[in-house]
């Protein structure tokens, strides 16, 4: 049965971003913690550099998505991700559709009618596999309406003081997670936890 989980990387204080919106100093991990090679595929491919620990936990993270639901903002900064995302098929929540969007061979796809819609479809794109969750804003509206399964931390070791807190604007408080999983790397430790349902 198909997953949904929450991905992020996260100051320790809480920051998924600086107060510019910056997220070079909590993904820093992804390309200065080791020197074993991630490659990203996707349409605009990166080589990340992790250490051991968290390459292998990145990797069989990712091997077991088979899309992911994002917010229009991440959406933006990446680009688009060329219109291919390397987790596979990307429903983007928003209210108004880009302009020059849907393109050609993209597997980049809209969602205008609501969270429900967005997990039904991402769902069924995955085949099987689970769902990647991106954006704070994203993660918080599928962990209010009771639709993540896991919740994915990346906590780099740094304290950024202000910027974007992935759990701002919670309903229902407090919410029951469950034993985590944890996996120490070089300046990051990786927390994965199953959400509990009321």
Do not use: C
Not at 16 to 23: E, F, L, T, Y
Not at 76 to 95: C, M, R, Y
Not at 165 to 185: C, E, K, Q, S, Y
């Amino acid at each position: 049965m198909s997953k949904v989980i929450a991905i992020m990387s996260m100051s320790l204080d809480g920051y998924v971003a600086d107060r510019n919106g910056g997220v070079a100093e909590v993904m820093g991990w992804y390309m200065t913690s080791g020197s074993t090679e991630v490659q990203t595929g996707g349409s605009d491919p990166m080589t990340l550099r992790m250490s051991e620990a968290s390459a292998r936990h990145f990797r069989d993270l990712t091997s077991e998505l088979g899309s992911v639901i994002t917010g229009r903002r991440t959406f933006e900064d990446a680009d688009g991700w060329g219109g291919n995302h390397a987790w596979g098929p990307a429903f983007v929540l928003t209210h108004l559709v880009p302009a020059g969007w849907p393109r050609p061979n993209s597997t980049v796809h809209f969602v205008t009618d609501g969270i429900d819609s967005a997990v039904k479809r991402a769902k069924a794109a995955a085949a099987g596999k689970s769902v990647g969750v991106h954006g704070a804003d994203t993660i918080q509206q599928l962990l209010n309406a009771g639709l993540l399964d896991e919740i994915h931390v990346d906590i780099a070791a740094l304290l950024l003081g202000s910027g974007v807190r992935l759990f701002d604007h919670l309903a229902g408080l407090p919410a029951v997670l469950g034993n985590p999983t944890v996996i120490a790397g070089v300046g990051v430790t990786h927390l994965r936890y199953p959400v509990r349902k009321a």
